[in-house]
């Protein structure tokens, strides 16, 4: 499951990268074509953003020590909200989750 999570990071960032190439101004592209993708990458985005925080919290509740991050932040003893909490309790939880809030309020403005 940690490989499964770090994989999909990775492939977030490659869409990150390729919607960051896509948002330079281009002389000859198409007009209507580029906003429509943008917006779909931004939701893929935001769906990959919420499926590792996801699997991150669910290792975290359950105790997986096999997540090197549940192994530091998280203890047998810790009650249910604590464990939840954990996710931002270290510096990569907490860089997951801003990114997650990021990719949120990005999906908001784009349809409001």
């Not at 002389?27 to 993708?37: A, D, G």
């Not at 985005?45 to 590792?52: A, E, P, Q, V």
């Not at 020590?65 to 464990?83: C, E, I, W």
């Amino acid at each position: 499951m940690p490989f499964f999570a770090f994989s999909l990071l990775l492939f977030c960032f490659a869409v990150c990268l390729l919607g960051a190439l896509f948002a330079l101004p281009r002389r000859h592209s198409v007009k209507n074509v580029q906003p429509i993708l943008m917006e779909r990458l931004n939701l893929i985005i935001f769906g990959i953003f919420t499926l590792c925080c996801f699997i991150l919290t669910a290792a975290l509740v359950s105790c997986n020590f096999s997540f090197l991050y549940a192994t530091f932040n998280v203890d047998r003893n810790l009650h249910l909200f604590y464990r939840i909490t954990a996710l931002w309790g270290g510096q990569e939880g907490a860089l997951l989750f801003w990114a997650w809030c990021v990719s949120l309020c990005a999906v908001v403005f784009q349809y409001a």
